[in-house]
């Protein structure tokens, strides 16, 4: 199935449109000269870290203690992630030195 070039010119709007309405609103709702609601404060307390909590639980949901590897992958590059982001403080390198260590391991170390 192709796309006419009409169609083609819509979806990009739209997704242009979409985007561009993500970013503005919160401009229009909160704007700076009136105090931010304290539910919104309060959200932006506790999002992070319970978005974080979910990834990690979801990122390790099929995870068997009983395969070939024994999770071990896994529990090394969390261990990694938290010296990196102990001892440097820096979210991206955490991220991507755990990254980089989890996929050295499953590439290099724990083949099957």
Known sequence: MHLTNLQTLGIILAI?????????????????NKPTPKIVIYLGTVLPPAMMGLLV???????????????????????????????????????????????LLIQIVFVN
Do not use: Q, W
Request: glycine share 8%; with cysteine.
């Open 16 to 32: 242009a449109a979409g985007t561009m309405l993500t970013r503005f609103i919160p401009f229009l709702l909160f704007p700076e």
């Open 57 to 103: 639980i979801y990122c390790l949901k099929n995870i068997s203690l009983f395969s070939d590897t024994h999770g071990l992958p896994e529990i090394i590059a969390i261990i990694a992630i938290i010296l990196i982001h102990r001892f440097k403080n820096n979210v991206l390198l955490s991220i991507g030195g755990g990254t980089l260590v989890y996929m």
